[in-house]
């Protein structure tokens, strides 16, 4: 008796917990489609093929934007912009890290791609909305002014860039 217990209640788990379909292949899984190369993934996000989500291959195409690669940071940045556009709910609470880590690390392609106003008022959302989670916001906006400045040769768009930080701390006051 017992052994066929035994053999029920181990046939019976396997049917709970058992896995019919591959967690790459769940839409809502966090790892879904990450066996995916990032240019196959961002070419399915610029053709609206694939939304963006809180999910693995979304952080990762995130991530490209500041690789040390400037072909990388070039060919993802599109698909960042994209993203920006289209994301919301969680998605939206982790988008202003890369975006300020963006701003330290290459001042320079940061200041030519918020020169539309459109990215502009975007990036400040999202960096704002970073920022408001902060200790002492405005220290950190002078941190990263002074690491954008230190990145930047020559630092002829400087007034670009701290327009978008004062526009940033704004917004943060108004969270």
């Known amino acids: 008796m017992k052994p066929l ?7 019976l788990t396997f049917q ?18 990450a066996d995916i190369d990032s240019q196959t993934i ?22 490209s934007l500041t690789s040390s690669n400037k072909q990388t940071r070039k060919y ?7 993203i920006l556009k289209q994301s919301d709910g969680a998605l939206s609470e ?41 200790e002492d916001y405005k220290s950190d906006i002078e941190a990263i002014e002074k690491t954008a400045e230190d990145n930047f040769r020559p ?7 701290k327009k978008f930080l004062r526009l940033t701390a704004e917004k943060v006051k108004q969270f």
Do not use: W
């Open 155 to 161: 630092y002829t768009n400087s007034e670009l860039i």
């Open 16 to 33: 709970v917990f058992g896995q019919k379909t591959d967690t790459l292949r769940i839409k809502y899984h966090y790892y879904y489609l």
């Open 76 to 82: 993802y940045l599109p698909v960042f912009n994209k």
């Open 94 to 134: 982790v988008i202003g890290t890369p975006i300020v880590e963006f701003l330290k690390q290459y001042p320079t392609e940061f200041a030519r791609t918020i020169k539309s106003d459109e990215l502009f008022e975007l990036y400040a959302n999202f960096a704002a909305y970073f920022l408001y989670f902060s």
């Open 42 to 63: 961002a070419e399915l996000f610029i053709n609206d093929d694939l939304q963006p989500s809180d999910n693995f291959i979304t952080f990762r195409v995130l991530d």
């Open 5 to 11: 217990l035994l053999f029920l209640t181990l046939l």
